[in-house]
């Protein structure tokens, strides 16, 4: 037996004080550790690619932990999984990297550092664990180091902000905790698979408020209208590289709960009734007016990160429509949809997190925020420019870029759908509006921040360009969003073994 | 075979070369200019070694895939007469464009970005039009929107142009969601993305006739806004702001032509069960053609702006292929459908060169406007040769290209068209000769301006003249191709040569440009009232020409407006109810329950004065209890004291309580590891 998930998992832990020592001598080498664990985690989650591209779809290792609960301690990675965690050690790699210039001269960095590493643990965590229980502790510990940062490194008002923060996904918690407790009072299995098999024998009508307490709890994590408030407050008062770790995967975990937990685990009961398929549409509804929410706000923001913080809501919007087209109402897998959906978790994961580190870098350089004071500034920041253009391009939804070929994949379910539903023809409709919207907001955002006249005044300085650490953070993230864009296979490739049953 | 690699390079290599241009531009400016020629170069005789291969494949076109994103979705390569004609088209104006470039953008900045986009335009067209499935057409037919963007906002501190981008982007993005729905329907009802799939099962019947006129309806709607049709034609006015180079770019081979391609390869694809389409498609998109043919060509005579003119040309000339397609009943054996593919190449050539003779004009004058023109003919006296070409191939004169080819279309009309679709064509045909001779009037004719005179314009420099030397060479022979691209597009009945000019066209065409030339007579070199009233702007339809027919006043102040104002009346509704009415209403609790709390506050207060108060009261008048309270008071001191004494021996045992339980606690968690078997 191999502890490759055990390690992925026990690394970051052990680094928690590691990396709070060496920072207390340098921040710098504090940030190269972690993003060192970054990559050794990712190397080491690398090797069971080919597991889940073998026969069984799924890589597994069980530990023993706590008898008297019943429990087994068990990490798994399937085709879902190993993409989040992927894109977690990716951005987690690249906030890093990025943070050793954007947060030199900050105060404290070896706590900051030491709570990236804690934040690091537990979305591994939620992402490989099947232990619903674990699940939980990890989706807390995700949560409090997130807190801290929002306050303690943000700006303006950021304790305000991370204060709502907290208590928004605090509150979704407990909703959560309520459905796993239920979970476990009905089959008495804390243990996801276990759980999946047994809640087939319960009756639909106990296990639909289960249903709906943790995909109530999760929606909160996703920020979906109308539970989305504390998200343009916290993403736009935090620290770019927590922005981006923010908007790339703490949002995606609560995609990830939906699709792992809600579908998956606890959807399956309901498949067929009444019920099913009213929460289905219903998750379609709330999917499309979140994402024009978001889509018309963005366009009427003028501040940089807000403007970048609703177009999140407007694609966790995307996100749960493509996950309310899982199932047609007979039960059948609609499995465009899910390798469209999932594979958007990914594509919009990497492109914000781009986004947010390329806004990140234009108030560093400009000490600006509103999008009407700049203007004109492309060739004086080519590279921050570049990697603007690429991550709102992808937002917006333009080849080559990944999410493109994601949101197509979720369209081709949506018509797929539409035959055997009529329901959805208005939803796949409105959602069409919506790419245009999407890229509406998208090109505002370049015309006023990069093209155009500048406002800045007389700019002496020949290159605004940020420092390298910066420049290496945002290519990294540059070229997967456009390698995925061009070759999605990397990642359809693991999504398509999922199959749910 | 030759083919297999030649038509995967023959995209592949332009696209992954642009990636190279920053780099090699690193080698100095010299080196990066000859890059790109060279790559253009290898492209256009890519394209040009297709062409043997698509002819000799039988009838059958060659398909050959990758395994791209899964093993049912492929990359691919479809090569047939259509696709390796668009491929020679974009290739051959790919290398025009780029040796043009060398001399039009001479004293520009940020050449590298040009360049870079240049040859991904270029990439991305071809990739378009040799694309075997309809995922990875749509890929490149949006990418060929991006950069058609990143180019028509080249000049990017230019607010004008940056607008001008975001229009064209947003506007054809409107196309690509209709066109995305059609492509996103065929996939659900076949499971493929393939054109070899989707004749197949069309082939086959599979495809239910109400899916497929749906799906037909939607590619127009995608082909509609990508090739400028009405009610979508504005952007390519606006897309003017464009370098001149480009423009041609755009209007000839690539971005425009797309709308052309996809409709002429729908038409292939559906042609099984073309009867389905014959009901309203095909004439919804002929009227289409023949209305933007004809308001494109009004428009056409009223603007000032020198590309204004050739813009408005496009989509008028875009609209007779599209009418043309829309006539073309049995698909390929179909003269409407060859027809309008001969167009797109004749058009090709004389807009292109338009375009670059109005790029060297422009150079020359540093302005778009023709008020200012007038007399040029003196001062560039090579551009005012190859511009009467110009004007005589776009009017459809013989023997130029566009005669043939406006010939066939108009024939195709006449067959299958309605009696007022071939009013209106033979008017716009009228119309194109009145513009194009009112274009050479304004800006060769005539006294020398006083901006002129100011100037001094000189003829433009050999590496601009010589791209549009070579156009006009082709406008002048490639009408006299027709037979064998007839036969090489395997389109059995096309008139003869002889037939088409002496031909019942020929006549109605020598009538018609009687009437146009006489108005333009008029209009322009006598100075009669009706006609100056007519001209002056407070005329009701000079002000309906002059605003484009209010399509782009109703996009601009109506549509964009409205989805602006909207917008902030969410974040509005954002702020006051989302954001600010719950703290009011959770502040309005928080002051609620501090009044209750001070109001009780208060009344306890009064009560326990006034309690205590009425004790004292009561107290002093009763005097006779004044000794009792002693007593009782003595009592109670005295229980006091002994409770506490009793009190100091409890709290004593208290300490045993819990050292015991602290005992029992601690052999519990023994038990517990033991029996967890750690």
Same mark, same amino acid.
């Given at each position: 037996?191999?502890?490759?998930?055990?390690?992925?998992?026990?690394?970051?832990?052990?680094?928690?004080?590691?990396?709070?020592?060496?920072?207390?001598?340098?921040?710098?080498?504090?940030?190269?550790?972690?993003?060192?664990?970054?990559?050794?985690?990712?190397?080491?989650?690398?090797?069971?690619?080919?597991?889940?591209?073998?026969? $069984?779809?799924?890589?597994?290792?069980?530990?023993?932990?706590?008898?008297?609960?019943?429990?087994?301690?068990?990490?798994?990675?399937?085709?879902?999984?190993?993409?989040?965690?992927?894109?977690?050690?990716?951005?987690?790699?690249?906030?890093?990297?990025? +943070?050793?210039?954007?947060?030199?001269?900050?105060?404290? /960095?070896?706590?900051?550092?030491?709570?990236?590493?804690?934040?690091?643990?537990?979305?591994?965590?939620?992402?490989?664990?099947?232990?619903?229980?674990?699940?939980?502790?990890?989706?807390?510990?995700?949560?409090?180091?997130?807190?801290?940062?929002?306050?303690?490194?943000?700006?303006?008002?950021?304790?305000?902000?991370?204060?709502?923060?907290?208590?928004?996904?605090?509150?979704?918690?407990?909703?959560?905790?309520?459905?796993?407790?239920?979970?476990?009072?009905?089959?008495?299995?804390?243990?996801?698979? #276990?759980?999946?098999?047994?809640?087939?024998? #319960?009756?639909?009508?106990?296990?639909?408020?289960?249903?709906?307490?943790?995909?109530?709890?999760?929606?909160?994590?996703?920020?979906?209208?109308?539970?989305?408030?504390?998200?343009?407050?916290? *993403?736009?008062?935090?620290?770019?590289?927590?922005?981006?770790?923010?908007?790339?995967?703490?949002?995606?975990?609560?995609?990830?709960?939906?699709?792992?937990?809600?579908?998956?685990?606890?959807?399956?009961?309901?498949?067929?009734?009444?019920?099913?398929? &009213?929460?289905?549409?219903?998750?379609?509804?709330?999917?499309?007016?979140?994402?024009?929410?978001?889509?018309?706000?963005?366009?009427?923001?003028?501040?940089?990160?807000?403007?970048?913080?609703?177009?999140?809501?407007?694609?966790?919007?995307?996100?749960?429509?493509?996950?309310?087209?899982?199932?047609?109402?007979?039960?059948?897998?609609?499995?465009?949809?899910?390798?469209?959906?999932?594979?958007?978790?990914?594509?919009?994961?990497?492109?914000?997190?781009?986004?947010?580190?390329?806004?990140?870098?234009?108030?560093?350089?400009?000490?600006?925020?509103?999008?009407?004071?700049?203007?004109?500034?492309?060739?004086?920041?080519?590279?921050?420019?570049?990697?603007?253009?690429?991550?709102?391009?992808?937002?917006?939804?333009?080849?080559?870029?990944?999410?493109?070929?994601?949101?197509?994949?979720?369209?081709?379910?949506?018509?797929?759908?539409?035959?055997?539903?009529?329901?959805?023809?208005?939803?796949?409709?409105?959602?069409?509006?919506? @790419?245009?919207?999407?890229?509406?907001?998208?090109?505002?955002?370049?015309?006023?921040?990069?093209?155009?006249?500048?406002?800045?005044?007389?700019?002496?300085?020949?290159?605004?360009?940020?420092?390298?650490?910066?420049?290496?953070?945002?290519?990294?993230?540059?070229?997967?969003?456009?390698?995925?864009?061009?070759?999605?296979?990397?990642?359809?490739?693991?999504?398509?073994?999922?199959?749910?049953? | 075979?030759?083919?297999?690699?030649?038509?995967?390079?023959?995209?592949?290599?332009?696209?992954?070369?642009?990636?190279?241009?920053?780099?090699?531009?690193?080698?100095?400016?010299?080196?990066?200019?000859?890059?790109?020629?060279?790559?253009?170069?290898?492209?256009?005789?890519?394209?040009?070694?297709?062409?043997?291969?698509?002819?000799?494949?039988?009838?059958?076109?060659?398909?050959?895939?990758?395994?791209?994103?899964?093993?049912?979705?492929?990359?691919?390569?479809?090569? $047939?007469?259509?696709?390796?004609?668009?491929?020679?088209?974009?290739?051959?104006?790919?290398?025009?464009?780029?040796?043009?470039?060398?001399?039009?953008?001479?004293?520009?900045?940020?050449?590298?970005?040009?360049?870079?986009?240049?040859?991904?335009?270029?990439?991305?067209?071809?990739?378009?039009?040799?694309?075997?499935?309809? /995922?990875?057409?749509?890929?490149?037919?949006?990418?060929?929107?991006?950069?058609?963007?990143?180019?028509?906002?080249?000049?990017?501190?230019?607010?004008? +142009?940056?607008?001008?981008?975001?229009?064209?982007?947003?506007?054809?993005?409107?196309?690509?969601?209709?066109?995305?729905?059609?492509?996103?329907?065929?996939?659900?009802?076949?499971?493929?993305?393939?054109?070899?799939?989707?004749?197949?099962?069309?082939?086959?019947?599979?495809?239910?006739?109400?899916?497929?006129?749906?799906?037909?309806?939607?590619?127009?709607?995608?082909?509609?806004?990508?090739?400028?049709?009405?009610?979508?034609?504005?952007?390519?006015?606006?897309?003017?702001?464009?370098?001149?180079?480009? +423009?041609?770019?755009?209007?000839?081979?690539?971005?425009?032509?797309?709308?052309?391609?996809?409709?002429?390869?729908?038409?292939?694809?559906?042609?099984?069960?073309?009867?389905?389409?014959?009901?309203?498609?095909?004439?919804?998109?002929?009227?289409?053609?023949?209305?933007?043919?004809?308001?494109?060509?009004?428009?056409?005579?009223?603007?000032?702006?020198?590309?204004?003119?050739?813009? *408005?040309?496009?989509?008028?000339?875009?609209?007779?292929?599209?009418?043309?397609?829309?006539?073309?009943?049995?698909?390929?054996?179909?003269?409407?459908?060859?027809?309008?593919?001969?167009?797109?190449?004749?058009?090709?050539?004389?807009?292109?060169?338009?375009?670059?003779?109005?790029?060297?004009?422009?150079?020359?004058?540093?302005?778009?406007?023709?008020?200012?023109?007038?007399?040029?003919?003196?001062?560039?006296?090579?551009?005012?040769?190859?511009?009467?070409?110009?004007?005589?191939?776009?009017?459809?004169?013989?023997?130029?290209?566009?005669?043939?080819?406006?010939?066939?279309?108009? @024939?195709?009309?006449?067959?299958?068209?309605?009696?007022?679709?071939?009013? /209106?064509?033979?008017?716009?045909?009228?119309?194109?000769?009145?513009?194009?001779?009112?274009?050479?009037?304004?800006?060769?004719?005539?006294?020398?301006?006083?901006?002129?005179?100011?100037?001094?314009?000189?003829?433009?420099?050999?590496?601009?003249?010589?791209?549009?030397?070579?156009?006009?060479?082709?406008?002048?022979?490639?009408?006299?191709?027709?037979?064998?691209?007839?036969?090489?597009?395997?389109?059995?009945?096309?008139?003869?040569?002889?037939?088409?000019?002496?031909?019942?066209?020929?006549?109605?065409?020598?009538?018609?440009?009687?009437?146009?030339?006489?108005?333009?007579?008029?209009?322009?070199?006598?100075?009669?009232?009706?006609?100056?009233?007519?001209?002056?702007?407070?005329?009701?339809?000079?002000?309906?020409?002059?605003?484009? *027919?209010?399509?782009?006043?109703?996009?601009?102040?109506?549509?964009?407006?409205?989805?602006? /104002?909207?917008?902030?009346?969410?974040?509005?509704?954002?702020?006051?109810?989302?954001?600010?009415?719950?703290?009011?209403?959770?502040?309005?609790?928080?002051?609620?329950?501090?009044?209750?709390?001070?109001?009780?506050?208060?009344?306890?207060?009064?009560?326990?004065?006034?309690?205590?108060?009425?004790?004292?009261?009561?107290?002093?008048?009763?005097?006779?209890? &004044?000794?009792?309270? &002693?007593?009782?008071?003595?009592?109670?001191?005295?229980?006091?004291?002994?409770?506490?004494?009793?009190?100091?021996? +409890?709290?004593?045992?208290? #300490?045993?309580?819990?050292?015991?339980?602290?005992?029992?606690?601690?052999?519990?968690?023994?038990?517990?590891?033991?029996?967890?078997?750690?």
């Amino acid at each position: 037996m191999s502890y490759i998930l055990l390690s992925v998992l026990l690394l970051p832990t052990i680094a928690v004080p590691l990396v709070y020592l060496v920072g207390r001598k340098s921040a710098k080498w504090a940030a190269i550790l972690l993003a060192l664990i970054s990559l050794v985690s990712l190397g080491l989650i690398l090797t069971t690619v080919h597991a889940i591209l073998g026969p $069984d779809h799924r890589y597994m290792e069980t530990y023993t932990w706590i008898p008297v609960l019943n429990s087994q301690f068990a990490l798994f990675v399937d085709g879902i999984s190993i993409s989040m965690a992927i894109i977690t050690m990716v951005l987690m790699l690249a906030a890093a990297l990025y +943070s050793i210039n954007y947060m030199q001269g900050k105060k404290n /960095l070896e706590i900051f550092y030491a709570l990236l590493t804690l934040l690091l643990v537990g979305l591994v965590g939620v992402f490989i664990t099947s232990n619903l229980l674990f699940f939980y502790f990890c989706w807390e510990l995700m949560l409090v180091p997130a807190f801290f940062i929002v306050g303690n490194w943000g700006y303006r008002d950021s304790y305000k902000a991370s204060f709502k923060f907290f208590v928004f996904t605090h509150a979704g918690a407990v909703f959560v905790l309520l459905g796993i407790g239920a979970i476990y009072m009905t089959t008495h299995s804390i243990d996801l698979f #276990q759980a999946e098999r047994l809640l087939l024998t #319960q009756s639909p009508d106990i296990v639909r408020w289960i249903l709906l307490a943790l995909t109530a709890g999760f929606a909160v994590k996703m920020a979906i209208f109308p539970v989305h408030l504390w998200l343009p407050d916290a *993403y736009s008062e935090s620290p770019a590289p927590m922005s981006a770790l923010l908007g790339g995967v703490l949002t995606s975990a609560g995609a990830y709960a939906i699709i792992r937990i809600s579908m998956e685990t606890v959807f399956p009961v309901v498949m067929g009734t009444q019920f099913g398929t &009213d929460f289905l549409h219903g998750l379609a509804i709330f999917g499309v007016i979140s994402a024009f929410f978001g889509s018309f706000i963005a366009l009427a923001e003028t501040d940089l990160k807000r403007i970048i913080s609703y177009s999140s809501i407007s694609h966790m919007g995307y996100i749960l429509f493509g996950v309310s087209l899982f199932y047609t109402s007979a039960g059948a897998l609609i499995q465009v949809a899910v390798a469209g959906t999932v594979l958007h978790i990914v594509t919009h994961g990497l492109s914000k997190g781009l986004f947010f580190l390329s806004a990140g870098s234009l108030m560093n350089s400009l000490s600006l925020r509103n999008i009407r004071d700049m203007g004109g500034i492309a060739g004086k920041m080519p590279i921050t420019g570049t990697a603007s253009a690429t991550a709102a391009f992808s937002i917006g939804g333009a080849p080559p870029f990944a999410c493109f070929i994601s949101e197509f994949f979720i369209f081709m379910g949506a018509f797929q759908m539409i035959p055997l539903d009529g329901f959805y023809i208005w939803p796949t409709a409105l959602m069409l509006v919506a @790419t245009v919207l999407s890229l509406g907001y998208s090109l505002r955002f370049m015309s006023n921040v990069f093209l155009g006249p500048s406002k800045l005044g007389e700019i002496k300085k020949k290159s605004l360009e940020v420092p390298r650490f910066m420049l290496l953070a945002m290519i990294i993230l540059t070229v997967f969003v456009i390698i995925i864009g061009i070759y999605p296979s990397l990642f359809m490739n693991l999504i398509n073994t999922v199959t749910f049953l | 075979m030759l083919a297999d690699v030649t038509s995967w390079l023959v995209w592949i290599f332009p696209l992954v070369s642009s990636v190279f241009v920053p780099l090699i531009a690193r080698a100095g400016e010299k080196a990066r200019n000859a890059f790109v020629i060279g790559v253009t170069a290898v492209t256009a005789s890519l394209a040009l070694t297709l062409i043997p291969a698509a002819s000799s494949g039988e009838g059958g076109a060659i398909n050959l895939v990758a395994p791209w994103i899964s093993q049912a979705i492929t990359a691919g390569v479809y090569i $047939d007469p259509l696709s390796v004609l668009f491929t020679c088209l974009v290739g051959f104006f790919g290398l025009i464009i780029a040796i043009y470039s060398l001399g039009y953008m001479k004293h520009e900045e940020n050449l590298t970005r040009y360049y870079f986009y240049l040859l991904l335009f270029i990439g991305s067209m071809i990739g378009l039009v040799i694309s075997d499935n309809f /995922l990875q057409l749509f890929i490149f037919w949006e990418m060929v929107g991006l950069c058609s963007y990143s180019l028509i906002s080249f000049w990017n501190n230019r607010p004008e +142009s940056v607008k001008a981008g975001n229009k064209v982007f947003i506007m054809t993005r409107i196309g690509d969601a209709s066109l995305l729905a059609a492509v996103g329907i065929l996939y659900a009802s076949l499971n493929t993305f393939s054109f070899h799939g989707t004749i197949t099962a069309i082939l086959n019947g599979t495809l239910p006739s109400s899916t497929l006129t749906v799906v037909a309806f939607l590619v127009l709607g995608g082909a509609i806004a990508k090739s400028a049709q009405l009610p979508l034609h504005t952007w390519l006015y606006s897309a003017m702001e464009a370098p001149t180079s480009i +423009s041609a770019l755009l209007h000839a081979a690539t971005m425009v032509k797309a709308g052309v391609y996809l409709i002429a390869r729908f038409i292939l694809i559906a042609a099984p069960m073309i009867a389905v389409l014959e009901g309203s498609w095909l004439p919804t998109v002929a009227w289409i053609g023949v209305l933007t043919a004809f308001l494109g060509a009004t428009m056409a005579l009223y603007t000032p702006d020198i590309k204004g003119v050739l813009a *408005y040309s496009t989509v008028s000339q875009l609209g007779f292929m599209m009418a043309a397609l829309g006539t073309s009943l049995a698909a390929s054996e179909s003269l409407g459908w060859f027809a309008s593919l001969f167009h797109t190449m004749s058009h090709a050539f004389f807009e292109g060169l338009g375009f670059l003779l109005a790029g060297g004009i422009i150079h020359a004058l540093g302005t778009r406007d023709m008020r200012l023109m007038g007399g040029l003919r003196k001062a560039m006296p090579v551009t005012y040769a190859l511009a009467i070409i110009m004007i005589l191939t776009t009017s459809g004169l013989p023997p130029f290209a566009a005669f043939f080819s406006k010939g066939l279309i108009i @024939t195709s009309i006449t067959e299958e068209g309605s009696l007022l679709q071939v009013i /209106l064509i033979y008017a716009t045909t009228a119309i194109t000769f009145a513009y194009s001779l009112r274009f050479v009037k304004l800006i060769f004719l005539g006294k020398e301006s006083e901006h002129l005179q100011k100037l001094h314009p000189h003829e433009a420099p050999k590496i601009m003249l010589a791209p549009a030397f070579v156009l006009a060479v082709a406008c002048l022979i490639w009408g006299f191709l027709e037979p064998w691209l007839g036969s090489y597009m395997g389109v059995a009945e096309v008139p003869s040569l002889l037939s088409s000019f002496v031909g019942l066209e020929t006549a109605i065409f020598a009538v018609i440009l009687i009437p146009a030339g006489l108005l333009i007579y008029a209009a322009y070199w006598k100075n009669y009232s009706i006609m100056n009233s007519l001209r002056s702007a407070s005329n009701p339809l000079a002000k309906l020409l002059s605003h484009g *027919y209010f399509f782009d006043d109703f996009y601009e102040k109506v549509v964009a407006k409205g989805v602006m /104002l909207f917008s902030r009346g969410v974040k509005f509704f954002e702020v006051v109810f989302l954001e600010i009415f719950p703290m009011v209403f959770a502040n309005m609790v928080i002051r609620f329950a501090g009044g209750v709390h001070k109001y009780f506050e208060a009344a306890a207060d009064q009560l326990l004065t006034v309690i205590a108060g009425r004790t004292v009261d009561s107290a002093a008048k009763v005097k006779t209890l &004044d000794s009792l309270a &002693d007593r009782f008071l003595d009592i109670i001191a005295r229980h006091t004291l002994r409770s506490a004494s009793r009190a100091e021996g +409890s709290s004593s045992s208290l #300490q045993h309580y819990l050292a015991a339980a602290l005992l029992g606690f601690i052999v519990l968690v023994i038990l517990l590891i033991i029996s967890v078997g750690v």
